[in-house]
């Protein structure tokens, strides 16, 4: 089995210009991203946020973006590149805050399912959640156990990453500090109430929210081209 992958969760919070230094950015990386083997997993734009356990009294971002490359050692390649060094500060003066989660992808091969329809129409979360000790058995237990509900409202996990370390190279940091982030989906926002008010829902999430110290989290869609 191959090795996970390092990925980057990055919440960016924009100036007025913002959007378009980070297109301007991802045109002239290509050969940099390329070189260094960094793939884009998703890019999402954030239009809400909301909690499981917790109070979510994180600024919410505009842009949610993971990255991945192929371990930590090439992404201090990446990052000490003389074209990455040269093409950031541009990047970076289009930034309010970044806040960075960095760690491996986790495998959820066992619980992935594919979406139905184009990205486009779905709906999506970006968890990041805080465990209290031995918690993370529980939220496990429950995405495997929640298959058929997943299933019934188009519900769908689409990866996990482990956090090893939160940086701001932009702004101040506010406390972020997750244990892990999930990236989950419906395949349409309209099956969110029937989805949370589901009798196997209610009964299933204890599994997942008496191991939680807390799960704040964006929801946001694919941005259209």
Same mark, same amino acid.
């Given at each position: 089995?191959?090795?996970?992958?390092?990925?980057?969760?990055? *919440?960016? #919070?924009?100036?007025?210009?913002?959007?378009?230094?980070?297109?301007?950015?991802?045109?002239?990386?290509?050969?940099?991203?390329?070189?260094?083997?960094?793939?884009?997993?998703?890019?999402?734009?954030?239009?809400?946020?909301?909690?499981?356990?917790?109070?979510?009294?994180?600024?919410?971002?505009?842009?949610?973006?993971?990255?991945?490359?192929?371990?930590?050692?090439?992404?201090?390649?990446?990052?000490?590149?003389?074209?990455?060094?040269? *093409?950031?500060? #541009?990047?970076?003066?289009?930034?309010?805050?970044?806040?960075?989660?960095?760690?491996?992808? *986790?495998?959820?091969?066992?619980?992935?399912?594919?979406?139905?329809?184009?990205?486009?129409?779905?709906? =999506?979360?970006?968890?990041?959640?805080?465990?209290?000790?031995?918690?993370?058995?529980?939220?496990?237990?429950?995405?495997?156990?929640?298959?058929?509900?997943?299933?019934?409202?188009?519900?769908?996990?689409?990866?996990?990453?482990?956090?090893?370390?939160?940086?701001?190279?932009?702004?101040?940091?506010?406390?972020?500090?997750?244990?892990?982030?999930?990236?989950?989906?419906?395949?349409?926002?309209?099956?969110?109430?029937? =989805?949370?008010?589901?009798?196997? =829902?209610?009964?299933?999430?204890? *599994?997942?929210?008496?191991?939680?110290?807390?799960?704040?989290?964006?929801?946001?869609?694919?941005?259209?081209?």
């Amino acid at each position: 089995m191959p090795s996970p992958r390092f990925s980057l969760t990055m *919440l960016m #919070a924009l100036q007025p210009d913002g959007a378009a230094a980070l297109a301007a950015f991802r045109q002239a990386a290509g050969p940099l991203l390329a070189r260094h083997d960094v793939r884009i997993e998703r890019v999402l734009r954030i239009h809400g946020k909301g909690q499981i356990v917790g109070s979510n009294d994180f600024e919410q971002p505009d842009l949610i973006q993971q990255i991945s490359l192929p371990s930590p050692e090439a992404f201090k390649a990446y990052v000490a590149d003389p074209e990455y060094l040269a *093409l950031a500060p #541009a990047r970076d003066a289009g930034l309010r805050r970044l806040s960075v989660c960095a760690g491996p992808a *986790l495998d959820v091969s066992a619980i992935a399912t594919p979406g139905q329809g184009e990205p486009a129409t779905r709906l =999506y979360g970006v968890g990041l959640v805080r465990f209290k000790p031995g918690g993370e058995a529980g939220l496990d237990d429950f995405n495997r156990q929640a298959q058929p509900l997943f299933a019934r409202h188009g519900m769908h996990v689409e990866s996990m990453q482990q956090v090893m370390q939160v940086m701001t190279p932009v702004g101040t940091n506010d406390g972020l500090a997750p244990q892990r982030v999930v990236v989950f989906f419906l395949d349409a926002a309209a099956s969110l109430p029937a =989805y949370a008010s589901d009798p196997e =829902y209610r009964q299933l999430a204890p *599994l997942r929210d008496d191991g939680l110290e807390r799960y704040d989290f964006f929801l946001g869609t694919v941005p259209q081209a």
